[in-house]
């Protein structure tokens, strides 16, 4: 399963004021990635996000930054293996660590837990 977390941004004065804001947007897709048992976490960001992404939780880089019809400045494809980022960085940032009923109570139950075959059919990260 993929998790991205890039579709929503922070208003840009309340990130000035506040520079934890862009956490707090972070942490309910982190929590979606655990809930859901993500497996890759992809983030299309504009090159001079991508070291907040690489810092934070350890992305890696997937396709280089590159123009795409519509927008109007390029974006870089990066991904994390979430498995084995996740101890590393909750260790880090133990903000970003929930409670199982936590995630429920936001998200619902998982729909894995009870589809049988969704182990066997989970992806893998992509690998460069």
Request: a positive charge; glycine letters at 2%.
């Given at each position: 399963?993929?998790?991205?977390?890039?579709?929503?941004?922070?208003?840009?004065?309340?990130?000035?004021?506040?520079?934890e804001l862009a956490?707090?947007?972070?942490?309910?897709?982190?929590?979606?990635?655990?809930?859901?048992?993500?497996?890759?976490?992809?983030?299309?960001?504009?090159?001079?996000?991508?070291?907040?992404?690489?810092?934070?939780?350890?992305?890696?880089?997937?396709?280089?930054?590159?123009?795409?019809?519509?927008?109007?400045?390029?974006?870089?494809?990066?991904?994390?293996?979430?498995?084995?980022?996740?101890?590393?960085?909750?260790?880090?940032?133990?903000?970003?660590?929930?409670?199982?009923?936590?995630r429920t109570a936001?998200?619902?139950?998982?729909p894995l837990t009870?589809?049988?075959?969704?182990?066997?059919?989970?992806?893998?990260?992509?690998?460069?």
């Amino acid at each position: 399963m993929l998790v991205d977390p890039t579709r929503f941004v922070a208003d840009a004065r309340w990130s000035r004021e506040l520079p934890e804001l862009a956490y707090l947007t972070l942490r309910l897709p982190w929590l979606a990635m655990e809930q859901f048992e993500a497996d890759v976490m992809l983030a299309a960001v504009r090159p001079e996000h991508y070291p907040f992404y690489r810092r934070l939780w350890g992305n890696t880089v997937v396709s280089p930054p590159r123009l795409y019809p519509g927008l109007a400045k390029p974006v870089m494809l990066s991904q994390l293996d979430f498995p084995r980022a996740v101890s590393r960085v909750e260790a880090l940032y133990p903000f970003f660590r929930a409670r199982e009923d936590e995630r429920t109570a936001i998200f619902g139950p998982n729909p894995l837990t009870w589809l049988p075959a969704a182990a066997a059919n989970r992806a893998q990260p992509i690998r460069t």
